[in-house]
């Protein structure tokens, strides 16, 4: 009989970001069972919405995660608007969607350049986050933030975009599209990549629902899910389709991910092509009292925000359910049966953002 050892993964390892830990039982290098641990970052957010008013809490919300952080302040605030039954300006539901994939080109676009250096390519490392910059650049220069933007309130947005800039951003975004292909190309095309990651990492169609994956991880099982579809801010408005694959296996996830950040500068382009002119904000007066479950898609899949409110300044609760958290489970089912050597790249094909899963 084979003796089983048990192998810690993180909280410190060179390809994790953030503080994920794995203890793996092995069976020479054949990964048998995962046992995973989080709570390393545990900030208490949920329990402020008692210190702070409902309209300061959009910036708390907004710091769950940098990654994530306009679109965690953008559903909270969907969710108040709909409790207080508020009728947001359309240019602002425009603004808030072409904030929210830059915000998703932005997290890929890290993920690509860290999953990339995990694997040894460094030129897509430094050419991804190049890219990167770009597009944290625009998002700077119309909301005053890199990363932590603070331009969502509840009833609007508090910046607007000249003209100018919008046709500077289409501009940038169809320059920057023909490097995208190119780099993508080059990383999805390798011989060497296909052989790490084809096969590696299958979580089957049924497997998927099963364990409640989102976002990429779920569409590169051939799950067409993707909250974007619902219409929320000004996606009804817009034409896209979402990004699926069938092979359900590591390659497939990161196709997914490539392949999804040309469908979000496009819905950019629409977005600047259709916005309308008017006022981005709105007068707030009251408190909301009620209850809504509020969601959007994340770059790393369904994000859900629980808000209560009972009439008062202060919210009676705020949970939030984030898409890291809800893929654990899908990890850990993928990472039974492969070998040691695949885990850092099975790790890093669902993305992980733990300051998400850790509120």
Not at 41 to 55: A, P, Q, S
Not at 256 to 266: G, L, N
Request: proline share 5%; hydrophobic share 40%; charged share 25%.
């Amino acid at each position: 009989m084979t003796k089983q050892i048990t192998v810690p993964f993180g909280p410190q390892h060179p390809v994790l970001p953030e503080p994920l830990h794995l203890d793996l039982v092995l069976e020479d290098e054949l990964v048998v069972d995962v046992i995973p641990t989080i709570g390393y970052v545990h900030r208490g957010l949920e329990k402020l919405v008692e210190k702070r008013e409902f309209t300061e809490y959009v910036f708390i919300a907004e710091r769950i995660c940098g990654i994530c952080s306009f679109i965690h302040a953008q559903t909270y605030v969907q969710g108040v608007e709909a409790i207080m039954g508020l009728d947001v300006p359309e240019r602002a539901q425009y603004l808030r969607t072409i904030w929210g994939e830059y915000s998703r080109l932005h997290s890929h676009l890290l993920w690509l350049g860290l999953f990339a250096d995990s694997m040894g390519f460094e030129s897509v490392f430094m050419n991804a986050w190049r890219l990167r910059e770009h597009i944290l650049d625009d998002l700077e220069a119309t909301t005053g933030g890199r990363v932590i933007h603070g331009v969502c309130k509840v009833g609007g947005v508090k910046r607007d975009i000249t003209p100018e800039k919008l046709d500077e951003m289409l501009k940038g975004l169809k320059g920057m599209e023909h490097e995208l292909q190119d780099l993508t190309n080059v990383f999805l095309h390798d011989s060497s990549l296909q052989h790490r990651l084809k096969g590696v990492g299958v979580l089957n169609k049924e497997d998927a629902y099963a364990l409640g994956a989102v976002g990429p991880s779920a569409r590169g099982s051939g799950l067409k899910i993707d909250i974007r579809e619902t219409g929320y801010a000004a996606l009804g408005k817009i034409n896209f389709r979402p990004v699926v694959e069938h092979s359900g296996d590591s390659y497939a996830r990161c196709a997914v991910r490539a392949k999804e950040m040309f469908t979000s500068i496009d819905i950019i382009e629409q977005c600047i092509k259709k916005i309308p002119d008017g006022p981005v904000d709105m007068k707030v007066t009251g408190a909301p009292d009620g209850e809504f479950l509020s969601r959007t898609e994340q770059p790393r899949g369904e994000v859900v925000h629980y808000i209560k409110g009972n009439g008062k300044k202060n919210l009676v609760r705020h949970r939030v359910r984030t898409p890291t958290f809800t893929n654990i489970p899908p990890l850990v089912k993928i990472l039974k049966g492969c070998q040691l050597a695949d885990v850092p790249v099975i790790v890093l094909s669902i993305d992980p953002c733990i300051g998400c899963a850790e509120r």
